[in-house]
T-cell receptor, first 113, second 116 residues
Framework: AQSVTQPDIHITVSEGASLELRCNYS??????LFWYVQSPGQGLQLLLK??????LVQGIKGFEAEFKRSQSSFNLRKPSVHWSDAAEYFC???????????FGSGTKLNVKP | GAVVSQHPSWVICKSGTSVKIECRSL??????MFWYRQFPKQSLMLMAT?????????EQGVEKDKFLINHASLTLSTLTVTSAHPEDSSFYIC????????????FGEGSRLTVL
């Protein structure tokens, strides 16, 4: 079945530590890939997206993600986490010229002082 | 940036009544709008995709007669939950893609529906 998988439900990291959130997809063709962040009580904000070209994409707030076709992955990374990064992160894929968008189950990030 | 507004933010209704939720793109034209349902501590489940002037495309398992979607203009889509029941209580979120097809989705603030 086609899906977007975020295997980590919760992740806790110390402030200043590096972060990697995993995302895998299973679709026939390379989809358009996105990472969104949802803070408590707020809507979703786009962190970054990948359509084509350079497989390492830079986003806002110091986040980056790398598309690996061979692994069907689009993992999100940040070299040094800030307390304000505590939120829920969703990986999403867009299909069929953006007529379909599907989200992963989300990863909740906690940041320890 | 582009703004998508949902109304109402909160709604409480009695079982058996119908509730309409509006989703508006305030400063851009949205060719496609999406409706999602988010259960507590879960991800967004795509319910349907609507294109302006045409019938919505529903995801498998979503009752089209239960969740009526209308996309009458390039700036407005509505979701009507008909004959609501307590199990319909949820957080409903809309999103819109810009007419320039840049691929970015802009999200509304969400509408929390509680059916008593």
């Amino acid at each position: 079945a086609q899906s977007v998988t975020q295997p980590d439900i919760h992740i806790t990291v110390s402030e200043g530590a590096s972060l990697e959130l995993r995302c895998n997809y299973s679709y026939g063709a390379t989809p358009y890939l996105f990472w969104y962040v949802q803070s408590p009580g707020q809507g979703l904000q786009l962190l970054l997206k990948y359509f084509s070209g350079d497989t390492l994409v830079q986003g806002i707030k110091g986040f980056e993600a790398e598309f690996k076709r061979s692994q069907s992955s689009f993992n999100l990374r940040k070299p040094s986490v800030h307390w304000s990064d505590a939120a829920e992160y969703f990986c999403a894929v867009g299909l069929y010229n953006f007529n379909k968008f599907y989200f992963g189950s989300g990863t909740k990030l906690n940041v320890k002082p | 940036g582009a703004v998508v507004s949902q109304h109402p933010s909160w709604v409480i209704c009695k079982s058996g009544t119908s509730v309409k939720i509006e989703c508006r793109s305030l400063d851009f034209q949205a060719t496609t709008m999406f409706w999602y349902r988010q259960f507590p501590k879960q991800s967004l489940m795509l319910m349907a995709t609507s294109n302006e002037g045409s019938k919505a495309t529903y995801e498998q398992g979503v009752e089209k007669d239960k969740f009526l979607i209308n996309h009458a203009s390039l700036t407005l889509s509505t979701l009507t939950v008909t004959s609501a029941h307590p199990e319909d209580s949820s957080f409903y979120i809309c999103s819109a893609s810009h007419r320039d097809n840049s691929g970015e989705l802009f999200f509304g603030e969400g509408s929390r529906l509680t059916v008593l």
